[in-house]
């Protein structure tokens, strides 16, 4: 039974205490440490059966009954928690984004090497079943040579402005889930990236220095061209959907609904809106990444997302930003 410690019981931290307790079989939750522990937040981590709750998330790395730690704490956080957790001995499941910096990401690169220790990133979307699904796909050959990658994101909601300058924008936050995507479907690094953008969802996002809608095209390391639509606000909901396109046909996915019922009348046919949001939406790819993690680190196999995948992602996020900036494609290798 692998003994995880949990850091930051925020949004995302409650969801990983909820799997590994429900669908996370040879794995407990042992502690969880937040600094603004409230009583609401410790009444729900004690419905999970959890008695050591911290404010000082060092309790958990002093542990030595504790295996792994999760760290789910705001992303200005992880990196040095990441290094202090490796130099402690813990296996390490590090949220979206490892850093905003490629210094302090190499920073954790640096202290795993000679360590026999796991460090995955929760790039969740890998382990849900449609992207799966498309990947498998491409892997088998199935597409034949891929041509295009093609991904649509958009959220149902933006998020509070304030919300903005911490998250490091939308590229380092939202679309950074799908940068990783476009590495996962393609198996290919991306070389160059050239971003078109916009405010027109809402004025605030912009006065924070940030856009919210924006079209981006990429050429890969394979070859192959790959474009990514975001938008923070769609009206009819969360849109995920994906498409591999290549020399012998194409992969594509739909987006998820709470069911297939299609009402139909003498004015239209009507199905349901795709599922609301992250949590709706991904909830068992949360449970499947967790169940992998401790997969890997029971049975020593190496992890599916790893810290290479933490640091490319990040540098596409930086090169994206660059490119709003400077109105110009960007090669990755500029920022190296
Ligand atoms: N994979 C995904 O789809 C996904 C979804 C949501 C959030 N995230 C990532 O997870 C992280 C947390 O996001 P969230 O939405 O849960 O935010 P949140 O604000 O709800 O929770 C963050 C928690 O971390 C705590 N915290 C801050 N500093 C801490 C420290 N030093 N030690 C322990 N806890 C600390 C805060 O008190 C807060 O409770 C972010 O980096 C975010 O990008 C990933």
Redesign the pocket.
């Known amino acids: 039974m692998l003994n995880i410690g949990i850091?930051?019981?925020?949004?995302?931290?409650k969801v990983h205490l909820e799997s590994i307790s429900y669908r996370v079989k040879d794995a407990t939750v042992k502690a969880v440490?937040?600094?603004?522990m409230n009583d609401e937040t410790k009444a729900f981590i004690e419905g999970f059966g959890v008695k050591e709750i911290y404010t000082d998330?060092h309790k958990i790395l002093e542990d030595p009954a504790i295996d792994a730690v999760l760290i789910?704490?705001?992303?200005d956080?992880?990196s040095a928690?990441s290094v202090e957790a490796i130099n402690a001995g813990k296996h390490v499941f590090c949220?979206?984004?490892v850093d905003h910096s490629i210094e302090k990401i190499n920073n954790v690169k640096k202290a795993l090497e000679g360590k026999s220790l796991k460090f995955q990133v929760?790039?969740?979307r890998r382990f849900d079943h449609n992207f799966a699904a498309v990947r498998a796909a491409v892997e088998a050959g199935k597409i034949g040579e891929t041509h295009i990658v093609k991904i649509t994101s958009r959220d149902p909601e933006p998020p509070n402005p304030a919300y903005i300058k911490v998250?490091g924008g939308i590229f380092l936050?939202m679309t950074i889930?799908d940068f990783d995507m476009v590495r996962f479907l393609s198996g290919s690094e991306v070389e160059e990236i050239y971003v078109n953008s916009a405010v027109l969802v809402d004025p605030a996002i912009g006065e924070q220095g940030d856009v919210d809608t924006a079209i981006i095209t990429m050429k890969l390391a394979n070859g192959a061209l790959a474009v990514i639509d975001n938008s923070r606000r769609a009206a009819y909901g969360y849109d995920q959907r994906a498409e591999v396109f290549g020399s012998k046909g194409m992969v594509a996915t739909a987006n998820d609904t709470l069911s297939t019922a299609v009402f139909s009348g003498a004015d239209g046919v009507i199905g349901e809106k795709p599922l609301f949001f992250?949590l709706e939406r991904?909830m068992e790819s949360f449970s499947a990444e967790m169940r992998d993690f401790v997969d890997s680190v029971e049975n020593d196999k190496p992890v599916k997302v790893g810290i290479e995948a933490g640091l490319q992602s990040v540098l596409i996020g930086l090169a994206a930003k660059k490119s709003v900036e400077e109105h110009r494609p960007v090669k990755l290798s500029e920022l190296l």
Do not use: L, Q, V
């Open positions: 850091i930051g019981a925020g949004r995302i931290g440490a937040d600094p603004f998330y789910c704490s705001s992303t956080t992880h928690i949220e979206k984004p929760g790039f969740n998250s936050d889930h992250f991904y």
